[in-house]
């Protein structure tokens, strides 16, 4: 999940999307998608809280007795949640997969590691559609702005995108996500340190 080079990379776009704020280095499917669409920001909002519901109670104990019985509620209603997007993308079959990418993630925007260079020049609006985590074949379209586009040295192209304003409550649940990779992150370093 982490790639130490990733983080050294040096452009004044990574500065203003990854300076002092919480960002992680993974490897997801993503694509980027030049122009304006049509975002249902409610639907990814509604993915990102189910993936955190579900992936929390994965990690719970199960010894705190108060509330047990809301939790488990909270926890089906996410897990219908996702049964429905999954309904909903089986419907939608025709959309082929995503390329799994490296890209650096934070609040601000994301870096998108690219085979190509993309066509698109700062101020360009697009969407970032990605796959937020790896057991869920589902995807979040989030609208954001071309900040650069920069050759890496070994023959790819990094696209700095930043997010174009969205819900407070969109926000926050994408801010939980990162969170949750960030910790991921951390625990696999220090897993890969210990062995």
Not at 7 to 13: F, G, R, T, Y
Not at 138 to 159: F, K, Q
Request: glycine residues 6%; negative net charge.
């Amino acid at each position: 999940m982490n790639d130490p080079r990733a983080s050294e990379v040096l452009h004044p776009a990574e500065s203003a999307l990854f300076d002092e704020t919480l960002s992680c280095d993974v490897a997801l499917p993503a694509e980027f998608r030049l122009g304006s669409a049509v975002i249902r920001p409610g639907s990814a909002e509604t993915l990102l809280r189910s993936v955190a519901l579900v992936e929390d109670s994965r990690s719970d104990d199960g010894h705190d007795e108060r509330g047990e019985s809301s939790q488990h509620l909270l926890r089906l209603e996410a897990k219908l949640d996702l049964v429905m997007v999954l309904l909903g993308r089986l419907v939608r079959q025709g959309a082929q997969d995503l390329p799994l990418r490296p890209l650096r993630w934070s609040r601000r925007g994301i870096r998108l590691e690219l085979g190509n260079r993309s066509s698109a020049v700062p101020g360009n609006l697009g969407v970032i559609r990605l796959q937020p985590c790896d057991w869920l074949p589902d995807h979040i379209d989030l609208p954001v702005s071309v900040l650069a586009e920069a050759a890496t040295g070994s023959g790819a192209y990094y696209l700095w995108l930043r997010f174009e304003p969205v819900s407070d409550a969109l926000e926050m649940a994408l801010e939980r996500h990162l969170f949750r990779l960030h910790r991921r992150q951390i625990a696999e370093s220090r897993r890969g340190r210990e062995s």
